[in-house]
T-cell receptor
Framework: DTGVSQDPRHKITKRGQNVTFRCDPI?????LYWYRQTLGQGPEFLTYFQNEAQLEKSRLLSDRFSAERPKGSFSTLEIQRTEQGDSAMYLC??????????FGPGTRLTVL | QKEVEQDPGPLSVPEGAIVSLNCTYSNSAFQYFMWYRQYSRKGPELLMYTYSSGNKEDGRFTAQVDKSSKYISLFIRDSQPSDSATYLCAVIDSNYQLIWGAGTKLIIKP
């Protein structure tokens, strides 16, 4: 399968714990995006990378959130000291330059 | 005011009906307009996109943009139960970022 993959698909954690999600983009895609989506809403942009460089971060992204793409391939999104308000679907997408974004299946986070 | 407004529904129609899904947007500078379909517990997938005003047709789907009224529409002909999903409109801003509507949940009843 050459699509975008995300791991895990579902994560349940206690408030205050740290969580890390992984995204593997389509191999030739140089752009990688992270979004957050809550029920009944469209995806909310978090950040994006071009190759290994993080080019933009949403000002809504608190300092508890950090993302990396160390070798310009896969990316990780870490949330520290999770809060119940962090419960959402975290979507990753990749694209070739600024073209069509292809989305992964998402990681559903539940913070108890 | 949100930059892209979309009625969340749900919209329930019988199989075979013509479906009309709509969004409005606020910034007349937007030029690219997208429609995504999202099934439950899956990521969005691009259905169609249009540039500037006009219509674009792909099988049973037609996307329409009216820039004078800042209105974008997606029509589905001969709707099928498999079309039941959430449909999200989006525009591309000047930084090539997607700005999304809230999505309309569509239910096609057999």
């Amino acid at each position: 399968d050459t699509g975008v993959s995300q791991d895990p698909r579902h994560k349940i954690t206690k408030r205050g714990q740290n969580v890390t999600f992984r995204c593997d983009p389509i191999s030739e895609h140089n752009r990688l995006y992270w979004y957050r989506q809550t029920l009944g809403q469209g995806p909310e942009f978090l950040t994006y990378f071009q190759n290994e460089a993080q080019l933009e971060k949403s000002r809504l992204l608190s300092d508890r959130f950090s993302a990396e793409r160390p070798k310009g391939s896969f990316s990780t999104l870490e949330i520290q000291r999770t809060e119940q308000g962090d419960s959402a679907m975290y979507l990753c997408a990749s694209s070739l330059r600024g073209g069509e974004q292809f989305f992964g299946p998402g990681t559903r986070l539940t913070v108890l | 005011q949100k930059e892209v407004e979309q009625d969340p529904g749900p919209l329930s129609v019988p199989e075979g009906a013509i479906v009309s899904l709509n969004c409005t947007y606020s910034n007349s500078a937007f030029q690219y307009f997208m429609w995504y379909r999202q099934y439950s517990r899956k990521g969005p997938e691009l259905l169609m996109y249009t540039y500037s005003s006009g219509n674009k047709e792909d099988g049973r789907f037609t996307a329409q943009v009216d820039k004078s009224s800042k209105y974008i529409s997606l029509f589905i002909r001969d709707s099928q139960p498999s079309d039941s999903a959430t449909y999200l409109c989006a525009v591309i801003d000047s930084n090539y970022q997607l700005i999304w509507g809230a999505g309309t949940k569509l239910i096609i009843k057999p």
